[in-house]
């Protein structure tokens, strides 16, 4: 469960009030011990109330003189350099909420102008929009257009120069299982092909004329009767051979 945030304000009750300064007293001494544990400093706090007739002091009083004559030894431009007191610290207080306020202000009007924009892509008109507004939106197109060219740009340096990628290789092409032994039996040694004997002539294939006139010796083969084979040799044999290579 959180706690309740405290309204920073005098507070009227007497009885709260007391009991207010009572617990904050006791955490406040306590932060100034820590702070000067912790970080290894010198530190002291004094406090006066109108319900107790002494002051308080940590850690000391001969501590607290020691820290005060410290103090009293700077020069007095740094002395004042940093000293508030609750005037110039309430004046830093509402400087400082301005500030955050003009921030809000200021976030929550470019949240309307960016809806008003959106409304208007929908189809929505600007007949409701007085010259502030349109001003607005228009700065908030311009702002909004920036930062997409300002994207683009940066995208264009981010994308690397497009190289073609390497080309793989084809594939070996796929031999077949005989082309493979075939290749396989070249490489250790060439076919011996099968030696014919000079004597075993009959494993010799021959052509069919050789094969029929072996067989029928006494037939013709096509060329004539077989007297008109043979040449007569004699006076009148030019006859037959009469030409003008042979006379």
């Given amino acids: 469960m959180t706690r309740k945030k405290v309204k920073l304000a005098f507070i009227t009750n007497d009885s709260a009030r007391?009991?207010?300064?009572?617990?904050?007293?006791k955490g406040l001494m306590k932060k100034v011990s820590e702070l000067s544990t912790l970080c290894g400093i010198d530190a002291c706090a004094i406090i006066y109330s109108p319900y107790e007739s002494q002051p308080e002091v940590w850690p000391n009083t001969l501590g607290v003189q020691r820290v005060l004559a410290q103090f009293k030894r700077m020069p007095e431009m740094e002395q004042s350099k940093k000293m508030v007191n609750q005037e110039s610290?309430?004046?830093?207080?509402?400087?400082?909420?301005?500030?955050?306020?003009?921030?809000?202000?200021?976030?929550?009007?470019?949240?309307?102008?960016?809806?008003?924009?959106?409304?208007?892509?929908?189809?929505?008109?600007?007949?409701?929009?007085?010259?502030?507004?349109?001003?607005d939106l228009g700065w908030i197109l311009d702002q909004n257009l920036k930062e997409i060219y300002k994207r683009i740009e940066s995208l264009k340096k981010m994308t690397?120069?497009?190289?073609?990628?390497?080309?793989?290789?084809?594939?070996?092409?796929?031999?077949?299982?005989?082309?493979?032994?075939?290749?396989?039996?070249?490489?250790?040694?060439?076919?011996?092909?099968?030696?014919?004997?000079?004597?075993?002539?009959?494993?010799?294939?021959?052509?069919?004329?050789?094969?029929?006139?072996?067989?029928?010796?006494?037939?013709?083969?096509?060329?004539?009767?077989?007297?008109?084979?043979m040449m007569q040799f004699g006076d009148n044999h030019n006859a037959m051979w009469s030409s003008a290579f042979f006379p």
């Avoid at 007391?18 to 007293?25: D, I, L, P, Q, Y």
């Avoid at 400082?96 to 892509?121: I, W």
């Fill in 160 to 229: 690397p120069t497009q190289v073609a990628p390497p080309v793989a290789p084809p594939p070996p092409p796929q031999v077949p299982a005989a082309t493979s032994e075939m290749l396989a039996r070249g490489v250790h040694g060439q076919e011996q092909k099968p030696a014919v004997e000079s004597g075993n002539v009959e494993g010799i294939q021959r052509p069919q004329w050789y094969t029929e006139w072996m067989n029928n010796p006494n037939e013709n083969l096509g060329f004539g009767h077989g007297d008109e084979m």
């Fill in 89 to 135: 610290f309430i004046r830093q207080r509402i400087a400082k909420a301005s500030e955050q306020l003009k921030k809000q202000h200021k976030e929550n009007r470019e949240k309307e102008m960016t809806e008003v924009m959106y409304q208007c892509l929908t189809g929505k008109g600007l007949q409701n929009l007085i010259m502030a507004d349109l001003n």
């Fill in 18 to 25: 007391k009991a207010t300064f009572k617990k904050r007293k």
